[in-house]
């Protein structure tokens, strides 16, 4: 596993700049969706004085009073747009994917022509992929979740009152854990399907279940180890966001916020560069036979009668 | 149709009523008599208070006596009333309340809480654990004799014919004026799984509301509401003798002090509580509470504080018993005594609707295992709930009528005490950058519903359940913050203070505390009561202009310079609302320079116009902020230059949150 994780940090390291390409696609895409918040935030703060009570500090009374106001409209008008182009965001995602998973199992800098053919060319695969994912994914969340349902009712019943909480860490972390090897699993199918240019997605989908069986660990715990660390670098960002920046301080919030949501971005890359890293070692495995003696053809030869002295 | 006497034989038709006349008076003669016999009357025990005599009118005593079945959470009780008739006129009909056959699917607080919803609970389906019942199976008026055929069940407040909250009694006698009556009542109550703060969840039970309760004799009239989904209760002060019968490992606690406990060798034990001016009598059991005991020195005696926590909360009891400790400090320096020997604190169980509820020297809190400190929710359940023991449980208002005089005067307490704890800015929430203060808690209540109902208003009566809260306790706590900016705080502080030792072990109405008010201040304040508690008006100020120009502006080759340049300033505000309040506005111009106008706020607007050698920089509406019933805080001040920082960290959340999300679908969708 740890093989693992170091090649695939090569490979991540090695291609930094599909991470930034990607970051700033989903800050674009989050700034376009935040106009109307903005805007209406605007129209009512910046010639108030009462605003000074979310500058300094964040007086959560005046942020619902401020969500309430009817000149702010409300919220769904904010939410929708952003909403919508975090759509958009996942749809370019699976777009522009084909190409990263290219620069990945690629030893030398893909040309920008390279890498937008292996996008278009693949596009219609990921998304006959994600529709695999989905009837995969879907069911097996929708039974686990539905279980995670009883067992809290279960623990709901109980008079040990931590019992109900500990049931829902315990539930989501083994849901998180089931989910994360069916995203590993396709990871490994999308990386078969651009690095051997496979048509027919569902022996890709095949292909990375195999592998995902025969590397479970490996590559399970992979997937995990850099999911806690995408979790650490939440938790630690957002205190230290608490910590450090000043309250008043915009410019510190946006650089703290956005080095948090760069990594963030890159955590899920690495595990990308995990999945290609896992699967190039399987290609480059020859597979080993064993080298059986062959036997000579016995044939019966006739034993010639031994002659005797002349 | 009366039948016609028969002309011949009038004489023997004359004896024969009058024979039947007698003979229909005999028994009562013979009641009579009995009564007499045995004279009845209200006990003058102070055994549950600091007072060497009784504090209030006692117009009960309730002794009861119930034995209760965990398996079933149901309850057998013999209750013997004795009544005295404080109501200046023969009384022969009684109300009681049966507030547990609220919980009945056709019953009318199941149908409003259907309709409206309330604090727990929406009841989407009916579930047969909800079903609560309290059933007399005989009721006898001792000397009158066993009348439970003629009870009747009543809807005095919407006709509800399935509604069984209040049930009435004819007497055949009536009970004279100073006179006694003694009700001897068989009950048995079907607990349902914790609703409006009472019944059972898992092997807890916090019984509240459980027993036939006799109505109020009020202003002339008897005054027994049925039980309604926002309503609360009203009840005469009284004694309390009350034994219950529950297993042996159950942790018990109760209103008033304890008086014994005796293990029955049979598995239970039998426990008995004695209230002294209490109007309520509530108990709870559940074998896993852990005890914190504490004392708090009153000034009346010390008062014992049993604080009943969840095992699981036991880190958290000195928290409880910090801020149980703190208001009841507050309360007597600011209000008065608080008489009582012991106050209970129940922590219910997680999860159940027995949360945050007062009954008299019983109160229950509500809090989490993992509340941080900053998040003060248990301190601000239990000083509400603690307030409730003057602004319910000594000031004893009607909360069906008037829910705004015990929640809303409890608010406004609340308020004070925990902004003079905790300080205003953070007094509910301080935790990670993150704060709000009780002020804005009970603002933004009544901001939501500003004009949908006045504070005067029944409280069943109420638009929906959220103007109930909004007004009750919002709307109420911030006009009497903001009565305390008209009249000073002091002066406040005073009137509260003499409205508490007036009407303490009363039933004063609206009027008794509004003209304590006004007596105090000196002032008539009709003006603001006739628009904050009896109307809907609302308060909005608005800064409609503030701009300056340079006086010279028509000249030609005209410069401006700093400090030189004289400008014109107009400053235009006005009220958008119907509400009329004086107010002062500041003008603040470039040079530091401030003006302070005062408003009468009687015109739709105003226009205010200077002549300096400084530009307008800001105008503010309520400088020392002392108005906290404007429906807008953004309008009330303007800057002349903009300032786009709040915007911009908003923006930058709502940027961060949007691309957190977007991230998120990615990370598991492809």
């Avoid at chain 2, 800001?618 to 429906?631: A, C, G, L, N, T």
């Amino acid at each position: 596993m740890a093989n693992l994780i170091a090649s695939a940090t090569h490979i991540a390291g090695r291609n930094k700049r599909y991470v930034v390409w990607f970051y700033l696609m989903n800050l674009l895409l989050a700034l376009i969706g935040s106009v109307a918040f903005s805007a209406n935030a605007h129209g009512i703060l910046d010639h108030s004085l009462y605003a000074d009570q979310l500058l300094h500090g964040f007086n959560l009374g005046a942020f619902i009073e401020l969500l309430a106001r009817p000149e702010f409209g409300p919220l769904s008008t904010s939410a929708i747009p952003a909403a919508m182009l975090a759509f958009v965001f996942f749809f370019l995602t699976m777009v522009f994917l084909p190409g990263v998973f290219l620069g990945y199992a690629s030893d030398h800098r893909i040309s920008r022509d390279e890498f937008y053919r292996t996008c278009g060319h693949n596009v219609w695969r990921f998304v006959r992929i994600f529709f695999f994912f989905l009837l995969i994914a879907g069911p097996t969340a929708a039974i686990l979740f539905g279980i995670q349902k009883g067992l809290l009712k279960l623990a709901d019943t109980s008079t040990y009152e931590k019992a109900y909480f500990y049931t829902h860490v315990a539930c989501m972390i083994v849901i998180f854990i089931i989910l994360t090897a069916i995203r590993a699993w396709f990871d490994l199918a999308e990386s078969d399907v651009v690095v051997s240019d496979r048509s027919a997605v569902r022996k890709s989908i095949a292909s990375g279940f195999r592998t995902t069986r025969r590397n479970g660990g490996r590559l399970l715990g992979s997937y995990v180890v850099i999911g806690v660390v995408a979790g650490i670098t939440l938790f630690v960002g957002l205190a230290l966001w608490e910590m450090i920046v000043p309250p008043g301080s915009v410019l510190g919030a946006f650089i703290v916020s956005q080095a948090i949501l760069l990594l963030l971005l890159a955590s899920r890359f690495w595990q990308r560069a995990a999945a290609v890293s896992l699967y190039l070692q399987q290609q480059a495995e020859v597979p080993l036979l064993e080298a059986t003696p062959v036997r000579a053809p016995v044939t019966e030869v006739p034993v010639a009668p031994q002659v005797s002295g002349t | 149709m009366i039948p016609k006497l028969p002309v011949r034989g009038t004489a023997l038709w004359r004896s024969l009523i009058a024979l039947s006349v007698v003979i229909s008076c005999w028994p009562a003669q013979l009641m009579a008599e009995e009564i007499h016999a045995t004279p009845l009357s209200i006990p003058n025990t102070v055994s549950a208070i600091n007072s060497s005599v009784p504090m209030s009118q006692r117009v009960v005593a309730y002794n009861i006596d119930a034995k209760y079945d965990p398996k079933t959470h149901s309850l057998d009780a013999d209750e013997v009333l004795t009544y005295h008739n404080l109501a200046g006129q023969p009384l022969d009909t009684f109300p009681f309340h049966l507030y547990l056959n609220g919980f009945q699917p056709k019953a009318t607080w199941i149908r409003e809480t259907k309709r409206e919803g309330t604090r727990d609970v929406n009841f989407e389906k009916w579930d047969s654990k909800d079903y609560g019942a309290d059933d007399i199976k005989r009721f006898e008026v001792v000397g009158q004799g066993d009348l439970t055929s003629q009870l009747q069940f009543i809807q005095p407040d919407d006709g509800n014919k399935d509604d069984k909250s209040v049930v009435q009694v004819h007497l055949a006698h009536p009970v004279p004026p100073d006179g006694y009556v003694q009700f001897r009542i068989k009950f048995h109550d079907q607990f349902p799984e914790t609703l409006e703060r009472t019944g059972w969840k898992r092997d807890f039970l916090l019984a509240g509301q459980w027993f036939p309760k006799v109505g109020v004799w009020w202003h002339g009239a008897w005054n027994c509401h049925q039980f309604h989904g926002s309503t609360e209760f009203f009840a005469d002060f009284g004694v309390y003798d009350v034994k219950v019968t529950v297993p042996q490992n159950e942790v018990f606690g109760a209103s008033g002090i304890e008086v014994s406990s005796v293990n029955n060798g049979d598995g239970t034990k039998t426990v008995a509580y004695h209230g002294d001016d209490i109007h309520d009598f509530a108990w709870t059991i559940s074998p896993r509470y852990k005890i914190l005991n504490d004392t708090f020195q009153g000034s009346m005696g010390p008062v014992a504080l049993k604080i009943m926590m969840q095992p699981g909360h036991w880190d958290q009891a000195e928290r409880h018993a910090r801020i149980l400790k703190e208001t009841l400090d507050r309360f007597e320096r600011w209000y008065g005594p608080y008489p009582y020997k012991t106050l209970t604190m129940v922590d219910p169980e997680p999860g159940s609707a027995a949360e945050g509820m007062e009954y008299p020297t019983f109160i229950t809190g509500g809090t989490n295992w993992w509340v941080p400190n900053g998040l003060r929710e248990p301190e601000l359940v239990v000083e509400h709930e603690f307030g409730h023991q003057y602004w319910y449980g000594m000031v004893a208002t009607n909360e069906f009528e008037d829910a705004w005089m015990d929640e809303g005067i409890n608010s406004y307490s609340e308020v004070k005490v925990l902004d003079s704890i905790f300080g205003q800015k953070g007094s509910v929430l301080d935790q990670w950058g993150i704060t709000m203060g009780e002020h804005d808690i009970q603002r933004n209540e009544y901001i939501s519903v500003a004009d949908l109902d006045p504070m005067a208003r029944n409280g069943w009566q109420y638009a929906n359940y959220n103007s109930y809260g909004g007004i009750t306790y919002g709307k109420t706590a911030m006009v009497l913050v903001t009565l305390e900016g008209v009249i000073g705080p002091d002066t406040m502080q005073k009137a509260m203070h003499t409205y508490f030792m007036r009407y303490r072990f009363t039933h004063p109405t609206k009027e008794d505390f509004l003209k304590t008010i006004e007596e105090v201040s000196g002032k008539d304040l009709r003006w603001y009561f006739n628009q904050a508690v009896y109307g809907t008006q609302i308060l909005d100020f608005d800064v409609m202009k503030a701009d300056s120009w340079p006086s010279d502006w028509y000249k030609e080759n005209f410069k401006e310079k700093k400090g030189e340049t004289e400008y014109d300033t107009e400053v235009l505000v006005r009220r958008k609302g119907e509400f009329i309040f004086p107010v002062d506005i500041d003008v603040k111009f470039d040079n530091g320079e401030k003006v302070r106008e005062h408003w009468d706020g009687q015109d739709r607007w105003v226009r205010y116009m200077y002549h300096k050698k400084a530009k307008v920089e800001s105008v503010e509406f309520d400088p020392d902020h002392k108005i906290f019933i404007d429906r807008n805080n953004f309008n009330n001040s303007y800057t002349a230059e903009a300032n786009m920082a709040p915007a911009r960290k908003l923006t930058n959340y709502w940027t961060f949150i949007n691309q957190f999300f977007a991230q998120f679908l990615s990370w598991w969708m492809v």
